[in-house]
């Protein structure tokens, strides 16, 4: 599946399907699920986030979306504007892959500002 992607100032009210949006201003990606749910997926670009590399042709996110906490459950890569479909996880995969997420954040923003909603991760 083929995308676009187009860069924009703020973020459109509706958005096309099969395009990625992608605003620098508010440092945040959106584009609708790639299954046809019709979701709308926002993926902030920050060091402890997605990255967004642009060659002058194509866009690609880094690391894979995963829409886990959608009905869908869609798990795909977005790379040079192609949409790659990957494995859906597993529960404990999920749980592991949060779990990593908050200790990059916790590394990158130490731990005083560490944020609440992982809080029961911790025992
Ligand atoms: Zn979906």
């Given amino acids: 599946?083929?995308?676009s992607h187009k860069f924009v100032k703020n973020i459109p009210?509706?958005?096309e399907n099969g395009v990625v949006y992608v605003s620098m201003d508010y440092s945040t990606a959106i584009h609708k699920c790639c299954c046809?749910?019709?979701n709308e997926i926002v993926t902030p670009l920050s060091p402890t986030d997605?990255?967004?590399s642009f060659d002058g042709e194509t866009i690609s996110l880094y690391p894979s979306i995963g829409n886990w906490s959608l009905p869908c459950q869609s798990h795909y890569w977005i790379t040079d504007n192609e949409v790659e479909w990957a494995s859906r996880w597993t529960k404990r995969q999920i749980e592991r892959?949060?779990?990593e997420?908050?200790?990059d954040?916790?590394?990158?923003?130490g731990k005083k500002k560490r944020r609440s909603i992982f809080g029961f991760?911790?025992?």
């Fill in 1 to 3: 599946m083929k995308l």
């Fill in 13 to 15: 009210d509706t958005l």
């Fill in 36 to 38: 046809g749910c019709g």
């Fill in 50 to 52: 997605w990255k967004l």
């Fill in 97 to 99: 892959g949060r779990i």
């Fill in 101 to 103: 997420e908050e200790q």
């Fill in 105 to 109: 954040k916790e590394k990158y923003y």
């Fill in 121 to 123: 991760f911790k025992k």
